[in-house]
């Protein structure tokens, strides 16, 4: 399985365990809950809970990007900046940057908090970018509140 490795990386960097689900597919666990992988396309995998199979009203999604190309640390600070940049672009977005210094044993991480808040939804993100294995990933926890409760 080509992927395998990533999930399980994604999955030991959210401090969760990888598990499989009855129909074998992959999923991963965290604070207690399965997020069950959902939809992927190229590098972009996207888990949610059981019970939030349409991702149309999703409201607790995992979504994992491994960079392949991203090799060194400064790579990794100008991907975050592009990330930073577009969530910029979005109207009624309160967004937090926050870089992590490099300590002895581990390059740069960076944090990205994001609220969207629109007329039909509140959906406050939280992305992780890092290395692991030499090569950057992030790891995104997404929560949305729906219509009049937001």
């Not at 598990?19 to 190229?42: A, G, P, Q, T």
């Not at 944090?111 to 406050?124: A, D, G, Q, S």
């Not at 294995?133 to 509140?145: D, F, N, P, R, T």
């Amino acid at each position: 399985m080509k992927f395998f490795k990533i999930y399980v990386i994604a999955a030991i960097l959210l401090t969760s365990i990888p598990i499989f689900s009855d129909d074998n597919k992959l999923s991963i666990k965290m604070n207690d809950v399965e997020y069950l992988s959902r939809w992927s396309k190229d590098t972009l995998f996207e888990f949610t809970p059981k019970g939030q199979e349409d991702l149309k009203t999703w409201t607790d999604m995992i979504s994992i990007t491994p960079f392949n190309t991203v090799k060194k640390p400064e790579e990794l600070t100008e991907v975050s900046k592009k990330l930073f940049n577009a969530y910029q672009q979005l109207k009624n977005a309160p967004i937090k940057f926050y870089s992590l210094p490099k300590d002895s044993a581990e390059p740069n991480e960076h944090i990205i908090i994001v609220l969207l808040i629109t007329p039909e939804y509140i959906e406050c993100v939280f992305a992780r970018l890092m290395f692991h294995e030499k090569q950057g990933l992030a790891i995104i926890y997404s929560h949305k509140v729906y219509g009049g409760k937001a």
